[in-house]
């Protein structure tokens, strides 16, 4: 398959050539990726961005203008196009247009979509029926979109750009620029309090596709390296959350897009001996990267491979389906079905 180089030919040539002389240190058992969804022929074009929205994922293709998003249900069925009157403007590398969707913390709406658009982020409700300029005017070109579950950033949208500029970004839409690494930064996560991962609990972690390198940024900017030259082209990083699965909502799980074929998912449950750790999916490379601490160094290992490049990923997590332990959304409830609602009728009933 031809690959789709969004950063210039010769850093592209560099991290291949870093793929032969380095390769992680081993591999753990094997992740097991089905496909979730295909898009095609709604939308043409691979998926770029996917996002969890509460009552449906919403994805990007890469392209521009009118009809870049689509959605699924929450098994992946009725793919349809997603806001088709907005027009997401060009000028993302390659028409890459990342998107997130917000989690009713900090003073974000809930479940509303957010979309890179160059140095801009459109915002677009729920619905998919209204939109506006939630951010502009940028250093440089949007190249993630992350929302602080954790709370040591307060809960704000988290963005990373193509210049290496990171910011942080509140409810009212006014960046702060956190901190700059100087070069094409994409993948982020806030890791987990309680993780361990290397003393940086609670910072933001990113990755930079060209150099390989993994950051730390605390939340008063202080970037930190954790890990250099990882190759391949580390292009996602999301964090294993240490109570993964325990919603018992199959919604939960590891979803990557597939580019350009279509979206994978694998379970929750493959991923209990990794609680904690940073999961990192290389662009070149198409492998799933474990980054584990070991109490002296962090630890890279193959824990599985996409058949095709990997683009945007996240996990599906107890907080991120409900988020700051609120009362479940009503498409959460249908999905745990009738069972589980009668149980929760018959344990209101011995309350009282």
Same mark, same amino acid.
């Given at each position: ?83 088709? *009157? ?133 939340? *008063? ?132």
């Amino acid at each position: 398959m031809m690959k789709r180089f969004r950063t210039p030919t010769t850093v592209g040539a560099f991290v291949l050539a870093m793929a032969f002389a380095i390769q992680p240190s081993g591999s753990d058992a094997s992740v097991t990726l089905n496909v979730f969804t295909d898009p095609h022929p709604t939308v043409g074009g691979g998926t770029i961005g996917f996002t969890y929205a509460g009552n449906k994922f919403v994805g990007s293709v890469q392209a521009d203008g009118n009809n870049v998003l689509y959605s699924t249900d929450l098994n992946g069925g009725n793919v349809q196009v997603f806001a088709p *009157t907005v027009s997401i403007p060009g000028g993302s590398p390659s028409s890459e247009h990342f998107v997130s969707s917000s989690l009713g913390l900090g003073g974000f709406p809930n479940r509303d979509v957010y979309v890179a658009a160059g140095n801009s982020i459109i915002h677009i409700d729920n619905a998919g029926t209204t939109s506006n300029t939630f951010v502009s005017g940028l250093a440089s070109a949007v190249r993630g979109i992350t929302f602080d579950t954790v709370g040591t950033f307060s809960n704000d949208m988290l963005v990373t750009t193509i210049g290496g500029q990171i910011y942080r970004i509140d409810s009212l839409g006014s960046p702060t620029l956190l901190a700059s690494v100087g070069e094409d930064t994409e993948g982020l996560d806030v890791a987990p309090l309680g993780a361990g991962f290397g003393g940086k609990d609670g910072q933001l972690i990113v990755a930079s596709e060209g150099s390989g390198n993994i950051r730390a940024i605390s939340n *008063t900017g202080v970037a930190t390296t954790l890990i250099t030259g990882i190759p391949g082209g580390p292009e996602e990083l999301t964090f294993v959350p240490l109570n993964l699965g325990a919603s018992g909502n199959p919604v939960e799980g590891f979803y990557g897009s597939n580019y350009t074929e279509n979206v994978l998912k694998a379970d929750a449950s493959q991923f209990t001996g990794f609680l904690g750790d940073a999961i990192v999916t290389t662009e070149f490379g198409h492998q799933m990267l474990r980054l584990h601490w070991n109490g002296a160094a962090f630890d890279v290992t193959t824990i599985g491979s996409f058949p095709s490049q990997p683009e945007d990923g996240l996990f599906v997590t107890a907080a991120i389906i409900n988020p700051g332990g609120t009362v479940p959304e009503p498409s959460t409830l249908l999905m745990l079905g009738s069972g589980l609602a009668g149980l929760a009728y018959w344990r209101r009933r011995r309350v009282a």
